[in-house]
C-alpha cells in the first residue's frame, strides 16, 4: 500500500513538473510571435475658429415668431418699385467765339512772313547790288520763277523793274522797297472784287459752293469759313456733300458743332446732288443767311466724277442762282494746281480761289499765277492748322509779308 501510493505521488509530481515547463516554453514562444505594439497618438484637441461680427457676441435670448406668424404680402397688390436714379442730362458744349475777320491777315503777317520773306527779300537784296547787269536781272527772273510767279508775269515784272530802277537813278533801301511794293501789288491785281458773296434773296440764303481735289483741305476750309462767317454775325447751315470721302460728313459736322452751324449729311455714299439740294432747302426753311455746300475732293483725271460736280451746281441752282463757287487749291503744289484750277474752271463757272497751306514751303507767287490762269481773284488764303487761320486775302498786307518792313 505505502509502495502504490509513493508511485501515485511520485507520478502526480511529475506531471505538474512537466507543465510547469510547458508553460514557460509557450508563454517565451509568445512574446517572441507578437509585435510591440504601436505608440499611441496624443490626442489634439483642434482649436475653435474665430469668431467676427455679431457671431462673437454672447448669444442673447430673443423674442422669435414662427411662419404662422409672419405675414405674407398679398399676391393681386402691385409690388413696388425702387426709384430709379434720373442720368444728369449731358450739358451742351459751349459754343467757341471765332475771331472777327477784319485785320486778320494782318494778324497773321508775322507767320507768313516766315514762310515767304524768300521772294521779297532775295529780290530786295538783287535789286540793291551796286551794278545791275544782265546777270543781276537774270537772277530775278530765276528768283520769281522759282517762287511760282508764272512766265509771264515775271517777265512783265522784270521790265517795270528795269524801266522803273534805269529811270530812278538812286536806289537807298526805301526806294527800293517801295518801288516793289508798287509793282507786286500792281501784279496782284488790286482792282478785283475780294469779297466773298454770301447775300442771298429775299426769301433764299446765300449759297457757297466749295470745289477742289483730295487732299487740299477743302473740307477743313469750309468749315473755317463756317466760322469766318459766324464771327461776321452770319446764321450758317452745312452741306456735307463729300459722301465719297470717309468720315468726311463727321468731319464737317464737327467744325459746325464748334461755332453753332447745323450740318444737313446723307448715308455715306449717297447721291451728293441730292444731300447738296437738301441743305438748300433746310436752308430756306430755317432762314440761314447762308448755306456752305462741301462737295467730293475729286480727281480733275476722273470725267464721270467731275460730270457728277456739274449735277450737283445744276440741282442746287433749282433753288437759286450759287452766289459764289470757290476752288481750294494746295499752295505748295505749284504749276499742279493750275492745271487742276483749268480743269475745274471747264465743269463749274469758278468765282473765287482759296489758296491752303501758304505757312509751309509754300511759293507766294502761286498767288499771281493762278489768278493770271482764271482771271478770277483769290479771296482767302489759309495761313495755319489753327480754327482762325484762314483769312480774307489782302494784297496790300501780304506784299507787306512777303518784303517786310
Do not use: C
Not at 509502495?3 to 513538473?17: D, K, M, N, R, S
Not at 501758304?358 to 479771296?379: F, N, S
Request: no cysteine; proline share 7%; hydrophobic share 40%.
Amino acid at each position: 500500500m505505502e509502495l502504490v501510493e509513493i508511485v501515485i505521488l511520485a507520478v502526480v509530481i511529475a506531471l505538474v513538473a512537466v507543465g510547469l515547463v510547458g508553460g514557460l516554453v509557450v508563454g517565451s514562444r509568445k512574446k517572441k510571435q507578437l509585435p510591440p505594439p504601436p505608440p499611441s497618438a496624443p490626442t489634439i484637441t483642434p482649436p475653435a475658429e474665430p469668431q467676427v461680427g455679431e457671431e462673437a457676441e454672447t448669444p442673447r435670448d430673443e423674442a422669435r415668431r414662427t411662419i404662422d406668424e409672419v405675414g405674407l404680402p398679398d399676391a393681386t397688390a402691385p409690388a413696388e418699385e425702387a426709384p430709379v436714379a434720373e442720368a444728369p442730362a449731358p450739358e451742351a458744349p459751349a459754343l467757341e467765339v471765332p475771331e472777327p475777320t477784319a485785320g486778320r491777315l494782318v494778324r497773321l503777317r508775322a507767320r507768313l512772313a516766315r514762310s515767304q520773306n524768300s521772294l521779297g527779300k532775295g529780290l530786295l537784296t538783287l535789286l540793291s547790288r551796286d551794278n545791275l547787269d544782265e546777270d543781276t536781272w537774270e537772277e530775278i527772273e530765276d528768283t520769281l520763277l522759282t517762287a511760282d510767279v508764272g512766265v509771264a508775269p515775271t517777265q512783265e515784272l522784270v521790265e517795270r523793274l528795269r524801266e522803273r530802277v534805269r529811270v530812278l537813278g538812286t536806289r537807298t533801301p526805301q526806294e527800293l522797297r517801295t518801288l516793289l511794293r508798287e509793282e507786286l501789288i500792281t501784279l496782284l491785281g488790286p482792282d478785283f472784287d475780294r469779297e466773298v458773296k454770301t447775300e442771298g434773296g429775299a426769301e433764299t440764303p446765300g449759297v457757297v459752293m466749295v470745289v477742289g481735289v483730295n487732299g487740299t483741305g477743302k473740307t477743313t476750309t469750309t468749315g473755317k469759313l463756317a466760322r469766318v462767317l459766324v464771327a461776321d454775325g452770319r446764321s450758317v447751315v452745312l452741306g456735307a456733300a463729300d459722301t465719297f470721302r470717309a468720315a468726311a460728313a463727321d468731319q464737317l459736322q464737327t467744325w459746325g458743332e464748334r461755332v453753332g452751324a447745323r450740318t444737313v449729311r446723307g448715308p455715306e455714299g449717297g447721291d451728293p446732288a441730292s444731300i447738296a439740294y437738301d441743305a438748300v432747302k433746310e436752308g430756306i426753311a430755317e432762314g440761314a443767311d447762308v448755306v456752305l455746300v462741301d462737295t467730293a475732293g475729286r480727281l480733275h483725271t476722273k470725267t464721270g466724277l467731275m460730270d457728277e460736280l456739274g449735277k450737283v451746281k445744276r440741282v442746287v441752282e433749282k433753288h437759286g442762282p450759287l452766289d459764289e463757287v470757290l476752288l481750294v487749291l494746295d499752295a505748295t503744289t505749284g504749276q499742279n494746281g493750275l492745271v487742276q484750277a483749268r480743269v475745274f474752271a471747264e465743269v463749274v463757272d469758278i468765282t473765287g480761289i482759296v489758296l491752303t497751306k501758304l505757312d509751309g514751303t509754300a511759293k507766294g507767287g502761286i498767288v499771281i499765277a493762278v489768278q493770271r490762269e482764271l482771271g478770277v481773284p483769290v479771296k482767302l488764303i489759309g495761313l495755319g492748322e489753327g480754327p482762325d487761320d484762314l483769312a480774307p486775302f489782302e494784297p496790300g498786307a501780304f506784299v507787306d509779308a512777303l518784303i517786310g518792313d
